[in-house]
């Protein structure tokens, strides 16, 4: 759990006179970000939260088994190998959540305050990390944390479960707008529109996008299983049962569940088609496959995601239920 444990003593102390072991903190979370670097989150300025970013430590061959508590001592005292720590600007409550962005550098956190935030690391001087152009964060220079309110909850544990999408421009969470019921909300963070994709007329949980950015998968408590009732010599409804559903992002996308009609010879070229596909160039990519790979490394540039194109307008009306077998 975010947060648990008991406090690991640091090493070196901040003064002389402070005694060995009187200074400890507690490590309240901990994520990976997009440029592979070890974010930890600790009680150190509490209750402001203090974000200490590691850069990429080089494996050794030879590994040693260390306890656990030292791990942590090291790993939060940084041990000199130059990790940036920033403050949060204020007070942001208990982490009960935090994920990392999928195309660059920034994390989604949600808080014990009701509250969606988005975190960015942002230099002093310089362009802020962005999936199209430099996603990852410069450790070389400055950094200062920059805190976002993206959305609140109005009810207890109203706000959460947040993902990404694959571009890293949208995100998609579970917003608890009444007492019997939760929204699926899909948030643009370029303009912070919203757009509820599932109402709270049900439970909806779970969101998730597909790597390809064309739907985003969801559960739900609105298939209802009616059991007899002894009593009433009827059917009741006491509860519904969680199903999975897929939302189409695109207007014009296919149904992914309906196999287009193909006649047995459109059936028998699609898939002569395929293993040509699969045939044609083989032997000659081999050829040159180590010194494109030379150049590639050389070149190394950042090949920015493909931009996800979501069509906010109708989106409730295009909520598919998957087609499970019981």
Known sequence: ALGAGPPVALRPPRTPDEPVGKRAIRCLAM????????????DEQWPVPSFTIHPAAPMSGEAKATKASEWMGMLMADSGLGAQRVLADRPLGNILEIVASPAHDALLLVTGRNALLLAEFLPEVGER???QKDPTVNLDVPLRMEI??????VEEEGIGEPCWSPDGEWIAYVRKDSRKGASIVLLKLATGEKTVVADSSFEN??????????FLSFFSSR?????EDGVTADLTFPTGSDMP??????????NPFKRPALSPAEM????????DEEDDGGDEDDEGDDDEGEDEEDEAEHEPPKPVVIDVEGIAGRILQFPLAF
């Open 31 to 42: 994520e990976y970000l997009f440029s592979g670097r070890l974010v930890t989150i600790t």
């Open 129 to 131: 990390p962005n999936p």
């Open 148 to 153: 976002k309110v993206l959305d609140r909850g």
């Open 205 to 214: 949980f779970t969101p998730a996008f597909d790597p390809s950015g064309r």
């Open 223 to 227: 298939t209802f299983a009616p059991l």
């Open 245 to 254: 559903y897929l939302t189409l992002l695109q207007k014009d996308a296919p």
């Open 268 to 275: 028998r070229d699609a898939e002569d088609g395929d293993g």
